[in-house]
């Protein structure tokens, strides 16, 4: 239990340090006129991708035109300011507070950028802001913890009894990630020592994907369709099997037996073609998560664009097509809560493969 709270800090201070230098691609404004929103033309591309970007606010739900978010702390750096913190409230909506506003375009467009009393731009501070996905990973994690805390203690309560309640919901799931894919990918020899990190990703990712489909706070935020979150993951799971990697590991991919010695010396092809296998690992987990995830959250979203798409071409359209269109999306969205079992089972169990090999004994 200790090694499980110990994975679950290690893995989220990871994310937050990756994810804390990643740079959110569009603010949610708390206000914005009504008029200009009947204006506006609906944009799909638009509205897609401002729902599954990071944000600097959390959005919360829109009334009359209003959109009414939930602020998060800005922490960037200025060569001339120092550091500065405040509220992401304070640069919606165009507006700037201490020279600091958010980009409306060219090339820090929909980023923090330091500007002068004129509003040209100055620099681009370093930016450690609390965006939405950090948030939603910090959420996550304190939701984790008190979730094994809480089952750990009903496990000592309860000894020799029956599972009741979250054990009997976790248990299984427990058992599957220990003997189906630690104990079978890794081998009876070293699969105790892998197994906590295997249930933290695979907790991490699972209730990161459900409450992806969430469109209510404290979900709705697309944390694993954020390929710097997935590359966090893939970097744990490289450094854990680089630094667990055994004598035999190692012989297997400087030096691979069984190979003729004029593929190893004097250009060393396969140990090279072997290395690059090494550093392409990690990379396919983190597009796989990242690209299933970020794929699905866009076809919801493309169905149910289809609404405002046909309903701007004529107002009946709109209604004729709505209910094909919402089918579709609850299709796709129970589609969605099955890829969010299976991406975290596919992470989960590529990992062990990775780190069987790495651990694996000479024949």
Sequence with gaps: MQRILFNIAVVTLLLLSVQGFAIPEDPTHKEEHSEQQENKKFNPGSFIFD?????????????????????????????DQGLVSFWSSKIAHGHSYKNFTIAPEGEFANKIIEVNEHGEFVARPFDISLTKN????????????????SVAKTYKRREGMPPKGMQSLLEPLILFIRDDIAKNSIGEHSYEKYTPFLLTIFFFILFNNLLGLVPIFPGGANVTGNITVT??????????????????????????PGVPWWLKLPL???PFIE?????????????RLFANISAGHIIVLGFFSLIFIFGNMDPKLGYVVSPVSIAFTIFMSMLELLVAFIQAYVFTILSAIYFGMASESEH
Excluded at 139 to 146: K, L, P, T
Excluded at 275 to 287: A, D, Q, T, W
């Design 51 to 79: 729902h599954i970007q990071d944000s600097y606010s959390w959005h919360i739900f829109t009334y009359k035109g209003h959109h009414y978010s939930i602020p998060l702390p800005i922490i960037i750096y200025s060569k």
């Design 231 to 256: 590359m966090a993951l893939a970097l744990a799971t490289f450094i854990t099997t680089t630094f667990t990697g055994n004598k035999n590991y190692w012989k297997h991919i400087f030096n691979p």
């Design 275 to 287: 290395l690059i296998g090494v550093i392409i690992k990690p990379f396919v987990l983190m597009i």
């Design 268 to 270: 060393p092809l396969i």
């Design 134 to 149: 950090v948030a939603a990973i910090i959420i996550c994690g304190v939701f984790m913890i008190i979730l094994f805390i």
